[in-house]
C-alpha cells in the first residue's frame, strides 16, 4: 500500500529555517506529482507547493520566495526547504502524492 511518511517539523524562531523531508513507498515516484501541504489550527488545509514529474513547481502566494519543494527520484523522497520563517507559518505540514495519498503530518512551529 502507498505511505507518506513526512519528518524535520520542529520549533524554530521566527526568521529561521527547517527542512521537511517525505519518503514514499508504494507508488511508481518517478510518475507521481507530489505536494506540499499545511493545516493551521481553525483552518482549512491549503495548498503550500507541488512539483510534477518534470520537476515544474507551482507555490501559494504566501511563501513564494522562501520556501522551495524539489524532489529526489532515486530515493523517493520529496523535500520542502523553508526560510524566513514566520509564525503564521505554524501549522500541521503534510505530504500528497498523486493528489489522493496522504502522509500523517510533522507539526512545524515558529515562535520565540
Known amino acids: 500500500q502507498v505511505q507518506l511518511v513526512e519528518s524535520g517539523g520542529g520549533l524554530v524562531q521566527p526568521g529561521g529555517s527547517l527542512r521537511l523531508s517525505c519518503a514514499a513507498s508504494?507508488?511508481?515516484?518517478?510518475?507521481?506529482?507530489m505536494g506540499w501541504y499545511r493545516q493551521a489550527p481553525g483552518k482549512e488545509r491549503e495548498l503550500v507547493a507541488t512539483?510534477?514529474?518534470?520537476?515544474?513547481?507551482n507555490y501559494a502566494d504566501s511563501v513564494k520566495g522562501r520556501f522551495t519543494i524539489s524532489r529526489d527520484n532515486a530515493k523517493n523522497a520529496v523535500f520542502l526547504q523553508m526560510k524566513s520563517l514566520k509564525p503564521e507559518d505554524t501549522a500541521v505540514y503534510y505530504c500528497?502524492?498523486?493528489?489522493?495519498?496522504w502522509g500523517q503530518g510533522t507539526q512545524v512551529t515558529v515562535s520565540s
Open positions: 512539483i510534477n514529474t518534470a520537476g515544474s513547481t
Open positions: 508504494g507508488i511508481i515516484f518517478s510518475i507521481a506529482t
Open positions: 500528497k502524492a498523486v493528489g489522493v495519498y
